[in-house]
C-alpha cells in the first residue's frame, strides 16, 4: 500500500470484445529497509513508508511486533486504534470519490473538501492517545471524549454535504433497488450523476467474475499458509489454497440488504463495487460514535517463536504483516497488501477485464477505467489497449 511503484495493465481485445488481460506491477518491496531493526525502530520507520493508509500500516506493524514480542493484547487501547482506522479508511474512500470520480462523468473534483478532511487525522489522535502517539510499543491511552463527539459530528456533516448532497440520512436507508433508483434520479449528489450513468449505459453489471471473496482467517491457519509458499512469491501473488480471491471493500459488505440485491442482478460489476463504497462512507461516521469507549476484541495471540502475524482491515481490504525477530532484531518482514491479492495476474481484475464488452474501443477504456477505479491499486497504473485484429494483421 505504499504509494511507490506503478502497475501496468495490458487490454487485449477484438471487436469490442475484451480477450487478454496482461498485468504487471512494479511495485517495490518496501520492507527491506526494516530488516535489522529493533521493533521501536521498526515502528518508527513504517509511518515514512506507508503515505497512503499509514494508520492501517502503522497498527499492523505494531500488533505484529506486539505479537512476536509475546506481548498481551490492548482492548481499550486497540478500540481507539480501529477507531483511527475507521476514520482512514472514510478519508480514502472520501478521497477517490472526491478527487476521482468526477473525472469519470466530467465534473471538477472537489478538493476543498479533500483539504477539510486531511485535519481529521491528527486531532483525533490527540484526543484518543498521550501525544498522539498511537502506535508505539509504550503508547498510552488518554481519551478526551467530548472533542471526539465534536469532531464526528463536524465529518458527518462534511460527508454529508460534500458526497451526498444533505440526503446522507435517506442514503442510509436504503435496502433495494428500487429505492435506490428513486435516491438516485431524485439526487444531483455525485454519486446520483455517476450511478445513472451507469444504468444509461446498461454497464451495472459490466466487469462481473466469478472470482470469490476471501474468506476470514484466523492468524494460525493464515501464518501455516504462508509458511507452505516461498514468501516473497506468495506476498506478490498472494493466493488462498491454490485460486486467486477478491480482498476489496465489497468482502465487508457482501451481506449488507441493497448489495445482496444487487448481486443477485449484477453479480460483482460496476453497480455492486461502487455502492460498497458508498455504503461504508455513509456507515463509518455512524460507527466512530460507537467505537469510543468500547473494548476491541483481542487482535493478536503472543508467540513464542519471535514470529508475529497481523491482520487489519484497510480502506482497501485486508492488510497482512509478519514479521520473524531474532536476538531482539527484525530478520524477516512481510507485508500482504490488498493490491498484490486483487491485481495478481489471474485475479479479480483481471478476470473482470476480461468480460468487459463495448461498441468501440474508447467506451471499453471506459468500462475498464471505471472497473479499476472501483478496486482502487493505490498506486499509480497505466492502461494500454490492444486491437487484437490489427496486431493479427501486422504479424500476418
Known sequence: MTPAGTIHIELHHSAGQASEVRIVSARPEATRVLLGKTPEQALSSVPLLFTLC??????????????????????????ARDLLVQLET????AWRILLDWPGLVGLEPNKKAVASL???????????????????????????????MRLTAEL??????????????????ITGEAQLRDWLWQNAALPAHLLNELYVQDWPAAGRNDIACLPELDNETLNRQMQQYDLTVFCRAPHWQGRCVENTPLNRQWSHPLIAELRSRYSNGLMVRFLACLLEVAAIPLRLSRLTGRKAKPAIAPSADGIGLAQVQAARGLLIHRLELRQ?????YRI??????????????????????????????????LLINTVDPCVQYNLKLTDSDSEAEAHA
Not at 486531532?123 to 481519551?143: M, P, T, V, W
Not at 531482539?328 to 524477516?332: A, E, I, T
Open 328 to 332: 531482539g532484531r527484525v530478520y524477516d
Open 118 to 148: 486531511l485535519k481529521f487525522d491528527a486531532q483525533f489522535k490527540r484526543h484518543l492517545f498521550r501525544d498522539g502517539e498511537a502506535y508505539k510499543l509504550d503508547s498510552r491511552l488518554d481519551i478526551d471524549a467530548m472533542p471526539l
Open 54 to 79: 499509514g494508520n492501517a500500516q502503522s497498527y499492523a506493524a505494531l500488533q505484529a511486533c506486539r505479537a512476536a514480542l509475546g506481548m498481551d493484547a490492548e482492548p481499550e487501547p486497540d478500540a
Open 156 to 173: 458527518e456533516a462534511l460527508i454529508d454535504t460534500s458526497i451526498f448532497n444533505g440526503r446522507l440520512d435517506d442514503f442510509r436507508t
Open 336 to 369: 500482504v497488501a490488498p493490491t498484490e491479492w486483487n491485481f495478481h495476474s489471474e485475479g479479480v481484475i483481471a478476470q473482470g477485464l476480461k468480460q468487459l464488452k463495448a461498441e468501440d474501443p474508447n467506451a471499453l477504456r471506459r468500462q475498464a477505467e
Open 90 to 93: 472514510l478519508r480514502e474512500h
